[in-house]
Nanobody, 123 residues
Framework: QSQLVESGGGLVQPGGSLRLSCTAPGFSLKWYAVGWFRQAPDKEREGVSCISTTGDKTTYADSVKGRFTISRDNAKNTVYLQMNSLKPEDTAVYYC????????????????WGKGTLVTVSS
């Protein structure tokens, strides 16, 4: 059962921006590492970015470095993924995931997952 909720997806033109949000209605995200993943049609799910529990460590896939920024606001119990300079190849369902262990940050076996939000980049 999904315990995370993603929002902020939608249709955007190439070069545009979107900000995705990940919240956890049932628990406090501040104790968890949180990652963003995406899955495009007919492709495997891939890791996009991850942020440690304290927020001092972040990782990015090479394909999004310099364009995407992950951040967390513990007061709002939310992790964000700011996506700029979007490209058609960024089109995918984006998922957030959380795990108590920083060592699992970005791993596909993180403990808790959302149902995803669709991002479509098209003119």
């Amino acid at each position: 059962q999904s315990q995370l909720v993603e929002s902020g997806g939608g249709l955007v033109q190439p070069g545009g921006s979107l900000r995705l949000s990940c919240t956890a209605p049932g628990f406090s995200l501040k104790w968890y590492a949180v990652g963003w993943f995406r899955q495009a049609p007919d492709k495997e799910r891939e890791g996009v970015s991850c942020i440690s529990t304290t927020g001092d460590k972040t990782t990015y896939a090479d394909s999004v470095k310099g364009r995407f920024t992950i951040s967390r606001d513990n007061a709002k119990n939310t992790v964000y993924l700011q996506m700029n300079s979007l490209k058609p190849e960024d089109t995918a369902v984006y998922y957030c995931a959380a795990d108590y262990s920083d060592y699992k940050c970005g791993n596909h076996d993180m403990a808790y997952w959302g149902k995803g939000t669709l991002v479509t980049v098209s003119s």
